[in-house]
């Protein structure tokens, strides 16, 4: 039986900037971008959700909900700094940490023979030296799998650690309500309760095949997922699949021409990016559209090279999907898998 670990820290860039200024604790507290240039919010504390403020919402929403908010502009460098820390704490306990980003990620401990094995203890001890060393409160989730892991991560936060053990996973799955699940969002959550699926142990009555037909593909997570099946390990090397841009405009670019105009820039940007990360094999191009309606489109086409005369036809397809002003901009590639770029390499 599998031990994991999901370690995240509570509202990170928020705790950060609270443990710099205690005044910050107590306080409604957003860190993101002015509303002024339509940034949104990367993340807030507890107060500040009380408002019903959360992270992507729009900066100038967020404002309205809580006229008093305190914003703070992120400081990434100093995140970097104190994750990178974090990190090494998790790598003191296993070898076997995949990150998610800054301030989460997922530790295989099956293997660990400190804490008398426990992985409860473990959670107890990443707690506290994480606090000790850093000043930043993690939330701490056990149990057999990457799935159940982070379920539990999440149950008691702020400051949270729950353990599901072997024992406890069919009761724990049993009442687990299925909108809970990796991957259910509203859309696909409102197509469950129409079909009187409401928990896992209802998820349970219908057979794999009718959830498939309903579901497509992921019928079959959502019948994996209700039996707790997950087998995904903890991965140490993660493949980057897509390199990416884009940009938020102060002002809606009014029509196409000026869409054009602000392209180039962020092909330049792209380019730029490709570089740092060694050129990387190319396999699809896409551009990304969201227009001032906040409806948004991707149109991506087949291609080896990131040309700026590909860019600009999806481009002019993506846009006549709304022919109306445009907040949003991004352009961006597909990378091609590491076993095919080697296999392209043998054969070519």
Not at 31 to 46: H, K
Not at 61 to 88: G, N, W
Request: hydrophobic share 45%.
């Amino acid at each position: 039986m599998r031990k994991i670990l999901h370690a995240d820290c509570d509202c990170f860039y928020a705790a950060v900037e609270m443990r710099d200024d205690p005044a910050l604790r107590d306080i409604p507290l957003a860190i993101g971008g002015s509303p002024e240039t339509r940034g949104v919010v990367a993340t807030c504390n507890y107060p500040a959700r009380a408002f019903g403020i959360h992270s992507a919402m729009p900066m100038a929403r967020a404002m309205r909900l809580c006229p008093h908010l305190t914003r703070l502009s992120p400081d990434f460098e100093k995140y970097r700094a104190v994750s990178a820390r974090i990190q090494a704490l998790f790598h003191e306990l296993t070898s076997l940490v995949e990150p998610l980003s800054l301030d989460e990620a997922y530790l295989d401990v099956s293997e660990v023979t400190r804490f008398q094995g426990s992985a409860t203890w473990m959670a107890e001890w990443l707690k506290q030296e994480a606090l000790a060393r850093t000043g930043i409160i993690i939330s701490v989730g056990a149990a057999p799998s990457k799935f159940l892991a982070k379920l539990a991560s999440d149950w008691d936060k702020p400051d949270g650690l729950c353990v599901i053990a072997p024992d406890e996973v069919e009761p724990f799955l049993l009442a687990l309500p299925v909108k809970q699940l990796h991957g259910v969002g509203p859309a696909t959550a409102a197509k469950l309760e129409a079909l009187e699926i409401v928990t896992c142990r209802d998820l349970r009555e219908w057979p794999l095949e009718s959830l498939v037909e309903r579901f497509g593909k992921f019928g079959r997570r959502l019948f994996e997922l209700a039996r707790g099946i997950d087998e995904r390990p903890v991965q140490i090397e993660r493949e980057r699949k897509s390199v990416s841009v884009e940009t938020t405009y102060h002002r809606d670019l009014p029509d196409l021409a000026s869409c054009h105009d602000a392209l180039t820039p962020l092909i330049e940007r792209l380019l730029a990016r490709l570089r740092r990360h060694g050129t990387p094999g190319i396999q699809k191009l896409f551009v990304k559209v969201r227009f001032n309606d906040f409806s948004s489109t991707t149109l991506e086409a087949t291609g080896r090279e990131a040309l700026a005369a590909r860019f600009q036809a999806l481009l002019d397809g993506a846009w006549a999907r709304g022919e109306r002003p445009v907040r949003l901009l991004g352009v961006g590639v597909r990378l091609t898998p590491e076993a095919q770029q080697r296999q392209m390499t043998l054969f070519d």
